[in-house]
């Protein structure tokens, strides 16, 4: 971890602690802001997130809409003359949000991760169909770019028909392993 953080109990120290990012060598610069793609319509910008976990406000940090909105592509870490991962915080910030029941109402992001990771380990791959459908079930948003389903099946980005691929036993013990890893750090 760069520019190491004393252990302690403030969120500072928890959130550098889990994310292996240290938000307390920040400088303010604003250039992960600046860069950002979603920072324009986000409710707090990439520097407030990060000034915010200095300050210890763990409430208004974990039900923020920017932990759901960002897409971790990394530009802030990029622009940042600090190397603040910005993008490892609001991973780890998110998890503390599920745990914490503080995810921002309205949100659809960990309904649709839960879905790909399932998935992921019961076909070992997306079946898009299906995350789409689950989804649409989900979120109850049932007719919300429905007019999209034709184009894409014309195209062929979408099959009727699930992918079969081999290695469930793999899958399972690897996500297995994941487990296990997240209870040992208490995520």
Excluded at 37 to 53: F, N, Q, S
Excluded at 54 to 83: A, K, Y
Excluded at 128 to 154: H, I, N, V, W, Y
Aim: charged share 25%.
């Amino acid at each position: 971890m760069r520019g190491a953080v004393a252990a302690g109990p403030d969120f500072a120290s928890v959130v550098a602690q889990a994310s292996g990012a240290n938000p307390l060598i920040c400088l303010q610069c604003r250039k992960c802001t600046c860069g950002c793609p979603v920072a324009a319509r986000a409710d707090i910008k990439p520097h407030e997130l990060v000034r915010l976990v200095q300050l210890g406000e763990r409430d208004e940090v974990l039900s923020s809409r920017m932990l759901w909105e960002c897409t971790s592509c990394e530009t802030c870490v990029t622009r940042c003359p600090q190397q603040v991962d910005i993008p490892a915080m609001i991973d780890s910030l998110r998890q503390m949000s599920r745990a914490g029941g503080k995810v921002t109402a309205g949100t659809t992001v960990p309904a649709f991760n839960d879905i790909f990771l399932n998935l992921v380990r019961k076909r070992g791959r997306i079946y898009e169909a299906g995350l789409m459908a689950a989804f649409k079930l989900r979120t109850l948003s049932f007719l919300q770019d429905m007019d999209k389903f034709p184009m894409m099946l014309r195209k062929r980005k979408l099959a009727l028909l699930p992918p079969n691929v081999r290695g469930g036993e793999g899958r399972r013990r690897l996500f297995e392993r994941a487990r296990q890893a997240e209870r040992k750090t208490g995520a």
